[in-house]
């Protein structure tokens, strides 16, 4: 190889912020990931699509940490995931990733505001500064008047607001949003989709966005889809 093409691919590798490569996943006799490739760069909003069962929750699962794979390799920034000991993981999480998930996210004792600062306060924020940035945040995802309320109080769509606020406070790299919009209406899923996709680009997260409908992968960059456990990334640099 000449130096002028290692030092680009060189480049080309260091722009990818999380690949996975090869992934294998069973439960019990069930292939769940049967040689799944992903890969994703900074700011990018990459859409896993698929039919149901076909391993699009494992992959996602997978790459965020959370479920640990049979086979194959998670890199994220030039650490493999199988490197690192669980509190490395957990800090890894806390730390760099966000989670939006379908529903259920939300702590019921705690009202909007205490949920969105909760991340902040794991990380050892102190109260008045952690809710300080969760106001800001519930401001930008257009949901302040629901602040004192408890998660039980608000809407569907109010309270995916609340999650994605709550997923993007810390100023995570990745956000990990599985079905983000499955429980809402499509006015509702369109607007928390645009909320999301905007607040990621603006401050450069990639989002991995597990959906099965056509109308929210439309807000992707791009599209991988996954097949009896298999997804093929044209983008993928291993
Ligand atoms: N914890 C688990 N225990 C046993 N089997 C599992 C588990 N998680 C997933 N599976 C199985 O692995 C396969 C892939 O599941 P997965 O949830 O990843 O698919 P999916 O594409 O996200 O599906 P859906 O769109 O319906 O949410 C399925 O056959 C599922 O039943």
Not at 46 to 62: D, E, F, I, N, Y
Not at 196 to 210: I, P, S
Request: charged letters at 30%; hydrophobic letters at 40%.
């Amino acid at each position: 190889m000449t130096e002028a093409g290692s030092a680009d691919d060189g480049r080309r590798a260091g722009e990818l912020l999380l690949v996975a490569t090869a992934l294998r996943k069973t439960y019990g006799h069930t292939p769940a990931l049967d040689n799944a490739d992903f890969s994703i760069r900074p700011g990018e909003v990459v859409a896993v699509m698929g039919p149901s069962g076909s391993g699009k929750s494992t992959l996602l699962h997978c790459l965020a940490g959370i479920v640990r794979p049979d086979a194959g390799q998670v890199r994220y920034r030039h650490r493999e995931l199988s490197e690192m000991s669980d509190a490395e993981r957990s800090a890894l999480r806390r730390g760099e990733f966000g989670f939006v998930f379908q529903f259920g996210q939300l702590v019921p004792e705690l009202t909007c505001v205490e949920n969105v600062a909760l991340p902040l306060r794991l990380n050892g924020v102190k109260r008045k500064e952690a809710e300080r940035r969760a106001t800001e945040w519930l401001d930008r995802l257009e949901v302040t008047d629901v602040s004192a309320k408890r998660p039980g109080e608000v809407s569907g769509g109010q309270g995916q607001r609340v999650a994605v606020a709550r997923a993007l406070v810390t100023g995570p790299r990745v956000v990990f949003a599985d079905e983000p919009t499955g429980a809402l209406d499509s006015l509702n899923g369109e607007r928390v989709m645009e909320l999301l996709t905007a607040a990621a680009r603006d401050t450069q997260a990639a989002v991995v966005l597990v959906t099965h409908e056509a109308r929210v992968a439309a807000y992707s960059d791009r599209e991988v889809v996954v097949r009896d456990g298999r997804s093929r990334d044209l983008e993928h640099v291993a």
